[in-house]
């Protein structure tokens, strides 16, 4: 079986200068979670998300999402044979192992929505009848920020199903430079081979499952998200869904740093991307310029911080 750190190291072939954003698209896939990648256009997050999906030999599909398309275009939908005169569920795009949503934000809260439920439950209804997904399943939709013209704003309820929310930014001088002499040699999406099959995607996931988590740990993990639901610029704080988030994407993080059991570091560096995208400020936060990460920020540092390193290197 190749080891996670194989997967890491051939997306930042193509993705260059994103080291955390690469093991933070890793760390959601050994999750089992779904990712949030949100940025002003031409930062790489087509190309992020489409790297690692060449990097899994599985079937995945992208989906460009539009203001006219429809949720069927997703899911699919229920079509009369006429041979056999029955009707026919006709699979969409979205039964598929890796599913790349680009410029999700850019369709309509209808057709968001549709997504809700298969990210959720892995299922998909239509007219009465439920489908399952494959597994593994995961969805990697890219956004563009909200204040750009011709979005709309996801809802808390669809960004409480992404486990992480991560941000490229632009590239350095030498990382572009990189770029550009990459794509001219070759270094690109298109060229990538895959380096694990579905089988190893799914033991590797087992195998995070398996990572020990010290009770202290987890007293660490709901203090952090009941810090955010008593923060005085929060009007809704992060869920025990996001506890439960924060937790599993911290046994994935220490499977790809080889350890068997998840640190207080875990915790702390996954906290940004998990709860960030899940707080919604109270009116007067968002007036006075503070940011849902600034929130996570204070919380982590008022919050005391166990010594699970100690307690995991004794197991």
Known sequence: MAYPSTLTDVISAV????????????????????????????????????????SVNARWKRIQFTPDLLPADITGTTVLNQRTNNFEFRHGPVFANVVVADEINRASPKTQSALLEVMGERTVTVDGSTHPVSQPFMVIATQNPVDMEGTYALPEAQL??????????????????????????????????PVMDIAEVQQMISLASQVRVADMLARYAVALAGATRQHRSVRHGASTRATLALVRAARARALLRGRNYASSDDIQSLALPVLAHRLVLAPQAELDGVTQADVVREVLNHTPTPDTDAVGSRR
Not at 17 to 44: F, N, Q, R, Y
């Open 15 to 54: 993705v260059i200068g994103k080291p955390e954003a690469v093991e933070l698209t890793v760390t959601c896939l050994l999750a089992e979670g779904h990712l949030l990648i949100e940025d002003v256009p031409g930062t790489g997050k087509t190309t992020l998300a489409r790297a690692l999906a060449a």
């Open 160 to 193: 409480d199903r992404f486990l992480m929310r991560v941000s490229l930014g632009h590239l350095d001088a030498q990382s572009e430079l990189l770029v550009i002499q990459g794509h001219s040699s070759g270094r690109t999406v298109e060229h990538l081979r």
